[in-house]
């Protein structure tokens, strides 16, 4: 008896629903259906119902049309999509939905000037759409135009807080150069949603490339505590831990990393470094060929491969790969010393004194060559030089804090070419222990060359990509054999040697 009542009590409510739901128009009779299939992710049929509906509508109906765009922008057909929302636009022109759609695909197409005309129209529609302020703070970033790009999203912060919003308004004062008010936004951020692992591993990255690495350590192990496979937190993690010298705990974690992304170029790049470091040069080699594989056109991997090749004393193959950056001479130079190449070095000291004019190194580098290939003479105008350039630091009030090491050969390629005692580096000798240890002795008649292992390796000793030029901040110089520098954001983690 029961069962016969439950059926009859849903027979009379269907009744009921039937009897009270309003008679919808022909324009949105399948629109329930159409939208029903469309969420479900079962396009075909979609479209099929689509294609009944517009026949039967003669293409008036406006939903009909806005999801069959939809669909064909999931598809790749973003010319399409446009064309269908337009006509959208046209059904219904004062609703702002179609026209942020029109001005999507038109982003989308590269149209960044359309668009940005588009969502103006849009926003006079509905001022309080935080989505068209963020879009347009977009199109203004692509068009190079930060200020406007700032105050859009300034603008759609106010009318609606965003991860996404708060990580474009970070990425403007990153690409004008302003690093503490990225960091200031990025800190809003975090505190505004505290359990986002892209905001909490960009501020950990944010504060590693300023040289804060207590709180760049404090933010990534956050992120790692929300998500311990997070790639990039594991991998900025682990090449802090390897700039310290932490080889076997940065090894660790990137052994985890190593589950979640095998294939990754810069992951297998990081852990060869921490091979180079611990002295295990054909492993090295090993994960190294493996990075170069997955990325063969990645110099920075190649330069490091490279240079594992000149710690080793292979210098064929450490010239093939350090010539494909040749921006970066002196470990080159050091090559081309090696293998006895002496016209090609002569060229590329030349091309080093020209590129980098302000370092009195290349000047010592290109000295101490030449004198070993006996033209003292060009080797005492390069001395010359050198000293022009060390003075010029010192009334300046520059770094010159120089190498012990670089300062005995100076002193030595002095008293060899007998260039007097009144330049800087033989005064900087006599208050020195260096000097002392150094004590000259009266030259002989053969000319006995100068330490070209010792002091040009250390002197042209430079990392990849962490050039003086660029607009991240510049690595402090160490010799071939020291510790990998730590990464920054803009070279996706990738570890050179420090300069």
Not at 11 to 19: G, R
Not at 95 to 113: C, E, I, M, P, T
Not at 222 to 235: C, E, G, Q
Not at 381 to 407: C, G, H, I, W
Request: charged share 20%.
């Amino acid at each position: 008896m029961s069962r016969f009542f439950c059926a009859l009590l849903h027979t009379y409510i269907d009744a009921f629903l039937l009897s009270a739901a309003p008679d919808l128009p022909i324009l949105e009779r399948r629109n329930w259906l159409i939208h029903l299939h469309y969420i479900r992710k079962d396009y075909e049929t979609c479209k099929a119902i689509i294609k009944e509906q517009l026949h039967e509508t003669q293409g008036m109906c406006e939903y009909a049309v806005y999801v069959q765009a939809l669909i064909m922008r999931l598809e790749g057909k973003i010319q399409q999509s446009l064309e269908l929302f337009q006509s959208c636009a046209i059904l219904n022109p004062k609703s702002s939905d179609n026209l942020k759609q029109v001005a999507r695909s038109l982003f989308l197409l590269g149209k960044h000037k359309a668009a940005i005309e588009v969502y103006n129209e849009a926003a006079r529609l509905n001022q309080k759409d935080w989505e068209i302020s963020h879009n347009l703070g977009v199109c203004y970033i692509y068009t190079k135009d930060f200020k406007s790009a700032e105050e859009q999203l300034n603008l759609a912060l106010q009318l609606n807080k965003h991860d996404l919003t708060y990580m474009m308004l970070g990425k403007i004062h990153l690409l004008q150069g302003d690093t503490e008010k990225a960091i200031d936004v990025y800190k809003s951020a975090v505190e505004f949603s505290p359990e986002n692992t892209e905001l909490l591993t960009t501020l950990g990255l944010l504060y590693m490339q300023l040289g804060k690495y207590q709180k760049a350590f404090e933010h990534l192990g956050n992120s790692l505590t929300y998500d311990p496979n997070n790639f990039k937190a594991i991998l900025a993690a682990g090449s802090m831990m390897q700039t310290h010298g932490d080889y076997d705990v940065a090894m660790n974690k990137y052994r985890v990393a190593a589950y979640s992304v095998p294939e990754s170029p810069p992951l297998w790049n990081n852990i060869g470094m921490c091979f180079f470091g611990k002295k295990k040069y054909v492993a090295a080699i090993s994960c190294l060929k493996r990075a170069n594989y997955l990325s063969p056109f990645d110099w920075k991997i190649l330069y490091n491969l490279g240079l594992v090749h000149l710690t080793m004393q292979q210098y064929a193959s450490a010239f093939l790969l350090l010539q494909i950056y040749p921006s970066d001479l002196r470990l080159l130079l050091f090559t081309l010393t090696n293998l006895d190449d002496a016209d090609n070095g002569r060229r590329s000291h030349e091309q080093a004194v020209l590129l980098d004019e302000s370092n009195p190194l290349v000047n010592l580098n290109f000295a101490v060559f030449l004198y070993n290939q006996g033209d003292k003479k060009a080797a005492l105008l390069q001395l010359q030089e050198m000293e022009r350039k060390v003075n010029a630091q010192v009334e300046n009030n520059s770094n010159t804090d120089f190498d012990p090491e670089l300062v005995e050969m100076a002193q030595k390629l002095g008293t060899a070419l007998q260039a007097g005692e009144n330049l800087y580096w033989s005064k900087l000798g006599k208050d020195s222990k260096t000097s002392q240890r150094s004590s000259s002795s009266k030259p002989s008649s053969s000319q006995q060359p100068l330490g070209t292992n010792q002091a040009l390796g250390q002197a042209m000793s430079s990392a990849a990509g962490y050039s003086k030029s660029m607009q991240i901040t510049a690595e402090p110089e160490a010799d071939v054999s020291s510790a990998p520098s730590p990464p920054t954001m803009e070279e996706q983690l990738i570890i050179a040697v420090q300069r």
